[in-house]
Nanobody, 124 residues
Framework: VQLQASGGGSVRPGGSLRLSCTAG????????IGWFRQAPGKEREAVSC????????LYADSVKGRFAISRDRAKNTVYLQMESLRPEDTAVYYC??????????????????WGRGTQVTVSS
């Protein structure tokens, strides 16, 4: 199972970035894909997750209305469009895969496979 996150960078507050999670498998063949982030000294937290089977999505309260998760089956890619970025969004962002299908998992422990992270820095 291969997952590769990309698209991170440095932006000013209010800026935008689009992260990509490219998979070595069909992203709709597995139960869920999640975007997580981890800031220095903090625990890894779920940012947004999407159910592969029906496209249901979940967002952390801190990013609702600013971030949007989507998927492109043809490209085996899940995106995280991030708008109105804030300094507190600074973290390493990871994508991960879960086989849980009864609900959309949000705990990192529920995701079996992880890609390498991509750094997002929001600073003036």
């Amino acid at each position: 199972v291969q997952l590769q996150a990309s698209g991170g960078g440095s932006v000013r507050p209010g800026g935008s970035l689009r992260l990509s999670c490219t998979a070595g498998f069909n992203v709709v063949d597995y139960a869920a894909i999640g975007w997580f982030r981890q800031a220095p000294g903090k625990e890894r937290e779920a940012v947004s997750c999407i159910s592969s089977s029906d496209g249901r999505t979940l967002y952390a309260d801190s990013v609702k209305g600013r971030f949007a998760i989507s998927r492109d089956r043809a490209k085996n890619t899940v995106y995280l469009q991030m708008e109105s970025l804030r300094p507190e969004d600074t973290a390493v962002y990871y994508c991960a895969k879960s086989d849980i299908s009864l609900y959309i998992p949000t705990s990192p422990a529920e995701y079996e496979y992880w890609g390498r992270g991509t750094q997002v820095t929001v600073s003036s």
